[in-house]
């Protein structure tokens, strides 16, 4: 740390200098990201409300009130009427609460010590971190021929130790949901907690299923459903950090309540204590400015630009992994090996990523990739091919 201040003018032309190395979403060249650009009103809340904290959140009331708002018009998206939850950092925290939440009811209702946790291969990597925190074992459910959760697979896993289910609703690296509506049952009947990672397709799904689009039901109206992770940051076009963990009841935010003594309120259940309303207030300016209106109308957009690419591809004669279910698509060059073809497209100048399970370039069609960017990607995938 330097011994005296030095000037704003300074500072500022070394950090632009820095940010100058950060690739821009505007460019659309970003393919693999599930995070875009905010909402300009969004990036406008999120500073105004940058000093308040909602781990004391007596002291900050109107603050407290916008995150129970958010929570509840997450809720009404996810068909619950009285939702419990709270606005976190993404994904990574949300699933972490969940599974928190599950262990815990687990170990004070069931006695289980030892648990355990059935995730599908496809699922994020959050729920590793999860198990490694919570002391809890992953028990990986085989995925079908195409790649959603086997649930005769979930069903075989299944012991007196298990404390969780966990299925996805748009998987990181294909987009795809899983039959939740057939898990939701089978975690109802043997009185298993069940977990649905919509942190991707929480904010695009129901209002596709509006639409008409024929996707499976994913969210509270099925009974099994004891928590669902679903994350402002990726489609809801909230700044980062903004995420969100919903339960069904109370009683699993109790058995994570720990004693705040000295706080405004007496118990704690979050996993961070001093945590920005920020997101909270930015989230509930962006939902409102959208509505349900504005939000379909993006999706539908994206999932176009989706069908757009996917035509073209298989015009030029690329092989598809899978047919999309959201704004995602995976493919390969039919005679180039994977990580040859990123390359190639990385000397374009186009940020890949490349998906494991199966080995494929995977386009995330988030609102920075425009018309025009799929435009000159496709003339670029033409002159590889
Ligand atoms: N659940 C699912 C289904 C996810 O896809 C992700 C992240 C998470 C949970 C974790 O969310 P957070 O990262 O918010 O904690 N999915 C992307 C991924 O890991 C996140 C991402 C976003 C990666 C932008 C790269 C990137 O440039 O692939």
Known sequence: MDE???????????????????????????????????????KEIYYKFLDTNLGDPGLFKGTKLIENKVIESMGEILSIEKPYGHVVTGGTEANLMAIRAARNHARKYKGIVDGEIIIPESAHFSFKKAADMLNLKIVEADLDDNYKINVGSVKRLISDKTVAIV???????????????????IAYENNIYFHVDAAFGGFSIPFLRDMGYDLPVFDFSLDGVCSITIDPHKMGLAPI???????????????MAVDSPYLTVKTQSTIVGTRSGAASAATYAVMKYFGKKGYS???KELMDNTQFLKEN???????????????????????????????????????????????????????????NHLKELVEDLKEIF
């Open 4 to 42: 005296k201040s030095i000037d704003k003018d300074v500072i500022l032309k070394e950090l632009d200098e820095l940010h100058n190395l950060d690739h821009n979403y505007a460019d659309g060249r970003i393919l693999g990201s599930m995070c875009t650009e905010a909402h300009p009103f969004a």
């Open 167 to 185: 299925a996805i609703a748009g998987t990181t690296e294909l987009g795809l949901i899983d039959p939740i509506e057939e898990i939701s049952k």
């Open 241 to 255: 950090p903004a995420g969100g963990i919903l339960f069904r009841k109370e009683e699993y935010l109790d058995v």
């Open 297 to 299: 109308k993006l999706i």
């Open 313 to 371: 591809l298989e015009k030029i004669g690329y092989e598809i992994v899978c047919e999309p279910e959201l704004n995602l698509i995976a493919f390969n060059h039919p005679n180039m090996e994977t990580n040859e073809f990123a390359e190639k497209l990385e000397g374009f100048g186009w940020k890949v990523s490349v998906a494991k399970c199966p080995v494929a370039i995977r386009v995330v069609l988030m609102n920075h990739i425009k018309l």
